[in-house]
């Protein structure tokens, strides 16, 4: 009867042990999920969505392998990992990030697709004589396939450089340019951007208005994406520091607003760079017109000796290219007047002759 107590006693003694080391050994490689979800109810047939997810190791003392299992019913094959279904959780990184990348089929059914990826993570390499732990967690997916296109969009931030003032080049008054920097989150299914930003531009005691301007050249982004568009706004003002109120729009709709300081440079301030003209340095566009005068002039004076020298009519068609719709209405006229002449002239000798014989 001893003896089966004592048996008793030790083998719950023994699973205690068991136990108690297994739990150790768990917090010491303990695994969790940061932002454990992949949640999208804009989707559209065709849609690109990307989420980041954070896999988290609590002690990571060696290399651990991760197998990923996807189980989302009619969606499966759209759901992808940049890592691969199965990748080594390097020791000493405790958090590995991993994107999960949905590409929905251009002929999916409209609906809900609901289930979840799993990911199992155990020892890459397991010592002789000892138990392997795996260690799973779950990231739950919901996506919705919907008919329409939603234009929607977030301003996470907004920035604005230093400019130089606008200035004269050959016959042309060139603008300063102000680059207005967003960062835009689209959070719609559909490609987007703001659709105008205006800016009233006070002076620096807010006390008068000095110039109302507005855009709507602005860059696009793609749906659920996150990316920088620049805003250019062309500005007459002088050098100086000013105050702009800035209004972005969702078609009609203001949906951020605010104040920034605006600081003009004299102009050749801020170097080469900030003395281009549509993105070329003032010295090439002095070559490129030089050369285009040369060639259209040595192209007139050449052609015109051809012309002179072989006795050929002109190439209407030619002319009107070469030189200004006017000038070209008004050389045309006189040689079809010249040729009129001439005509006329034939027929005057030819009564003549036949007059006199």
């Given at each position: 009867?001893?003896?089966?107590?004592?048996?008793?006693?030790?083998?719950?003694?023994?699973?205690?042990?068991?136990?108690?080391?297994?739990?150790?050994?768990?917090?010491?490689?303990?695994?969790?999920?940061?932002?454990?979800?992949?949640?999208?109810?804009?989707?559209?047939?065709?849609?690109?969505?990307?989420?980041?997810?954070?896999?988290?190791?609590?002690?990571?003392?060696?290399d651990?392998?991760?197998?990923?299992?996807?189980?989302?019913?009619?969606?499966?094959?759209?759901?992808?990992?940049?890592?691969?279904?199965?990748?080594?959780?390097?020791?000493?990184?405790?958090?590995?990030?991993?994107?999960?990348?949905?590409?929905?089929?251009?002929?999916?059914?409209?609906?809900?697709?609901?289930?979840?990826?799993?990911?199992?993570t155990?020892?890459?390499?397991?010592p002789?004589?000892?138990?392997?732990?795996?260690?799973?967690?779950?990231?739950?997916?919901?996506?919705?396939?919907?008919?329409?296109?939603?234009?929607?969009?977030?301003?996470?931030?907004?920035?604005?450089?230093?400019?130089?003032?606008?200035?004269?080049?050959?016959?042309?008054?060139?603008?300063?340019?102000?680059?207005?920097?967003?960062?835009?989150?689209?959070?719609?299914?559909?490609?987007?951007?703001?659709?105008?930003?205006?800016?009233?531009?006070?002076?620096?005691?807010?006390?008068?208005?000095?110039?109302?301007?507005?855009?709507?050249?602005?860059?696009?982004?793609?749906?659920?994406?996150?990316?920088?568009?620049?805003?250019?706004?062309?500005?007459?003002?002088?050098?100086?520091?000013?105050?702009?109120?800035?209004e972005?729009?969702?078609?009609?709709?203001?949906?951020?607003?605010?104040?920034?300081?605006?600081?003009?440079?004299?102009?050749?301030?801020?170097?080469?760079?900030?003395?281009?003209?549509?993105?070329?340095q003032?010295?090439?566009?002095?070559?490129?017109?030089i050369?285009?005068?040369?060639?259209?002039?040595?192209?007139?004076?050449?052609?015109?000796?051809?012309?002179?020298?072989q006795?050929?009519?002109?190439?209407?068609?030619?002319?009107?290219?070469?030189?200004r719709?006017?000038?070209?209405?008004?050389?045309?006229?006189?040689?079809?007047?010249?040729?009129?002449?001439?005509?006329?002239?034939?027929?005057?000798?030819?009564?003549?002759?036949?007059?006199?014989?």
């Amino acid at each position: 009867m001893i003896s089966k107590r004592l048996f008793l006693i030790f083998v719950r003694s023994f699973l205690v042990a068991c136990l108690l080391l297994l739990a150790v050994l768990t917090a010491q490689a303990g695994f969790g999920i940061s932002s454990p979800y992949v949640r999208n109810d804009m989707l559209i047939r065709g849609s690109h969505y990307e989420k980041k997810v954070t896999l988290v190791r609590g002690d990571p003392v060696e290399d651990w392998k991760a197998e990923i299992t996807i189980n989302v019913p009619g969606a499966d094959d759209w759901i992808s990992v940049d890592k691969g279904m199965e990748f080594i959780l390097p020791k000493g990184e405790k958090q590995i990030p991993i994107i999960v990348k949905v590409d929905v089929s251009k002929d999916a059914d409209f609906g809900n697709y609901k289930g979840n990826i799993r990911v199992r993570t155990m020892p890459l390499k397991r010592p002789a004589g000892q138990i392997a732990i795996a260690l799973g967690a779950q990231i739950d997916v919901d996506l919705t396939v919907a008919k329409g296109g939603v234009f929607d969009f977030k301003v996470i931030g907004i920035s604005v450089s230093d400019l130089e003032e606008g200035h004269k080049f050959l016959f042309f008054n060139i603008p300063g340019k102000i680059k207005f920097s967003m960062e835009i989150e689209n959070t719609g299914n559909m490609k987007g951007s703001p659709t105008k930003v205006h800016f009233d531009i006070y002076d620096s005691q807010e006390k008068e208005l000095l110039e109302s301007i507005e855009t709507k050249k602005i860059g696009k982004v793609e749906p659920f994406e996150t990316k920088e568009v620049i805003a250019k706004l062309s500005t007459k003002l002088l050098a100086g520091s000013y105050v702009a109120l800035f209004e972005i729009y969702k078609d009609d709709e203001v949906v951020n607003k605010g104040k920034i300081h605006l600081s003009i440079l004299p102009y050749g301030t801020l170097g080469k760079e900030s003395s281009k003209v549509f993105g070329l340095q003032i010295w090439i566009w002095l070559i490129i017109v030089i050369i285009v005068l040369a060639g259209a002039g040595f192209g007139g004076w050449k052609g015109y000796g051809v012309w002179k020298k072989q006795g050929k009519k002109p190439n209407f068609k030619e002319i009107v290219k070469k030189i200004r719709l006017k000038e070209a209405v008004r050389v045309i006229g006189m040689i079809k007047l010249k040729e009129k002449r001439a005509k006329k002239i034939k027929r005057l000798k030819k009564a003549k002759k036949q007059k006199r014989s």
